[in-house]
T-cell receptor, first 110, second 114 residues
């Protein structure tokens, strides 16, 4: 089955700096890669996703890149703000289910 | 608000007991997924239903079962509860059972087994 690894597990950045989270996946048949943000005690919220027919997608301060050959994808957050502090999960969808990475706890220091 | 609802929000019960968690998907969504999230852990996929039929299974224990009803709401039944079953249980819904459609999560049910 699919295996998704996510790094780093924790990330501390200064407000205004950029944050990058990287994920690798194992199943070459995966073709959908969403990112979720989860604040403490709340539901995961879809923040951006990318499909295998594109290499990059941007939405305001967040962007995702996908390298299908290397089987890795990354989340980039620019100009980080304190409200970006949360746990971020990547996922890969092969078959009828999402396999999630282990999560990255991002702390933005004011 | 994702449009996915879950009840109850919190559940406290004793070991050996049985509980039922309920999920209503977004209007029009046919697929429901159940996930378990233990403390400081990631999201573990349990099971998926599409239009009333089981479509995919993950790491779901035999003590757990689920179903999706004709009105598309779903229930997750957890029996012979153990302390280790304490977790947040999320359901998510999507428009189809396809591989590339967004899943939207409900607010979760926090289960505490004492």
């Amino acid at each position: 089955g699919e295996n998704v690894e996510q790094h780093p597990s924790t990330l501390s950045v200064q407000e205004g700096d950029s944050a990058v989270i990287k994920c690798t996946y194992s199943d070459s048949a995966s073709n959908y890669f969403p990112w979720y943000k989860q604040e403490l005690g709340k539901r995961p919220q879809l923040i951006i996703d990318i499909r295998s027919n594109v290499g990059e997608k941007k939405d305001q301060r967040i962007a995702v890149t996908l390298n299908k050959t290397a089987k890795h994808f990354s989340l980039h957050i620019t100009e980080t703000q304190p409200e970006d502090s949360a746990v971020y999960f990547c996922a890969a969808n092969a078959g009828n289910k999402l396999t999630f990475g282990g999560g990255t706890r991002v702390l933005v220091k004011p | 608000d994702s449009g996915v609802t879950q009840t109850p929000k919190h559940l406290i019960t004793a070991t050996g007991q049985r509980v039922t968690l309920r999920c209503s998907p977004r209007s029009g969504d046919l697929s429901v997924y159940w996930y378990q999230q233990s403390l400081d852990q990631g999201l573990q996929f349990l099971i998926q239903y599409y239009n009333g039929e089981e479509r995919a299974k993950g790491n779901i224990l035999e003590r757990f079962s689920a179903q999706q009803f004709p009105d598309l709401h779903s229930e997750l039944n957890l029996s012979s509860l153990e302390l280790g079953d304490s977790a947040l249980y999320f359901c998510a819904s999507s428009a189809t059972s396809g591989e590339t459609y967004e899943q939207y999560f409900g607010p979760g049910t926090r289960l505490t087994v004492t």
